[in-house]
């Protein structure tokens, strides 16, 4: 019987799922549970309660940093994760330990036709890099490259990092608004959960709308899915303005990835706040953004890009670099 372990490892809550069958077409879930992270002092204790001590025949683990020499030290996490541990808990040398971003974009081509919004659809080149890029609390992006054994590559980066670089007065205005913040200024800082809530800040800052919702937004426990949720229906004039300023600012980023690696195999969004921004992103603004490379126009219309409507992709990238490593046959 194969047992094989998936695990998305984040700061505040860690799911694992095992699924148990005779071969890998015949795979069925078994169980699947969730555990509050904080409440535990690394992931081997979660582990021991998951398994209850049933070895695995391999497993995949998705944790929410960087990955260095077998170690994942999570960009916010209270405890590493080491390979070497998980081996043992696990009873198998077949163990992956990578980057979730890494993992996820794994899980990219296992996705059905209904859980894809396309905003630019063209012909799919099944030989061309993949591209995620994640929205959520932060600005996370990794991707793919096929093989010809049939065992893509995945790689991940720290793109949420690199520099915002403005387009126009506006933006060049933004940048200096959030340069008082922060000495160097990513991408991160406005593309992102906590940017978004900088952004309506920064709208209601240089008076471009009133504060009509900002009692709302300071009382909640997440302010941007509050922005998120009153631009997206268009209830606030200021929420409305940031989650505009968002789709375009998240568009033209878009478009620079793209650049970088013609990702004809698609150039993928997926991400909580990308979810709850769906209709705005969907309206047109973001592909409007992304296009607006005069000179390379032509060349960013051949790349398909789609928002993904699964939350559990990192559990199913999980399960892939897990079987990546079992023997062929």
């Not at 260095?68 to 043992?88: E, F, I």
């Not at 992102?192 to 920064?202: E, K, N, R, V």
């Amino acid at each position: 019987m194969m047992r094989v372990l998936a695990a998305d490892i984040g700061l505040t809550r860690t799911a694992l799922c095992l699924y148990t069958g005779g071969a890998v077409a015949s795979l069925q879930l078994e169980s699947r549970l969730e555990y509050d992270s904080k409440a535990f002092s690394g992931l081997v204790p979660i582990l021991g309660e998951f398994l209850r001590g049933q070895s695995v025949s391999c497993a995949g683990f998705g944790v929410a940093g960087p990955v260095l020499d077998g170690v994942g030290q999570g960009s916010n996490m209270p405890w590493p994760v080491d390979v070497r541990d998980l081996r043992t808990v696990c009873a198998t040398t077949h163990c992956a330990l990578l980057n979730d971003l890494e993992v996820a974009v794994l899980g990219v081509p296992l996705l059905p036709p209904d859980q894809l919004v396309w905003l630019q659809r063209v012909a799919l080149d099944r030989s061309a890099p993949v591209e995620l890029v994640a929205v959520g609390t932060g600005l996370g992006r990794a991707f793919m490259i096929p093989a010809p054994d049939g065992t893509p590559r995945a790689f991940a980066t720290e793109s949420g990092h690199a520099s915002f670089g403005p387009r126009n007065a506006i933006e060049r205005r933004l940048l200096a608004y959030v340069a008082e913040r922060h000495e160097i200024v990513s991408v991160e800082h406005v593309l992102s959960a906590p940017g978004l809530q900088t952004l309506y800040d920064f709208i209601v800052h240089e008076g471009l709308a009133p504060p009509t919702a900002q009692l709302e937004i300071e009382r909640a426990d997440d302010p941007s899915a509050v922005i998120a949720r009153l631009g997206a229906r268009d209830l606030d004039d200021g929420c409305a303005a940031a989650v505009a300023l968002f789709a375009d600012l998240l568009g033209s980023e878009l478009g620079n990835t793209a650049l970088r690696s013609l990702p004809r195999g698609g150039l993928y969004i997926w991400g909580s706040l990308a979810n709850k921004l769906r209709s705005v992103l969907e309206r047109g603004d973001l592909l409007d953004a992304f296009l607006d490379k005069p000179r390379m126009r032509a060349v960013l219309e051949t790349i398909p890009v789609a928002l993904i409507d699964e939350p559990e992709l990192g559990l199913l990238g999980a399960r892939q670099a897990a079987l990546a490593l079992l023997p062929p046959g």
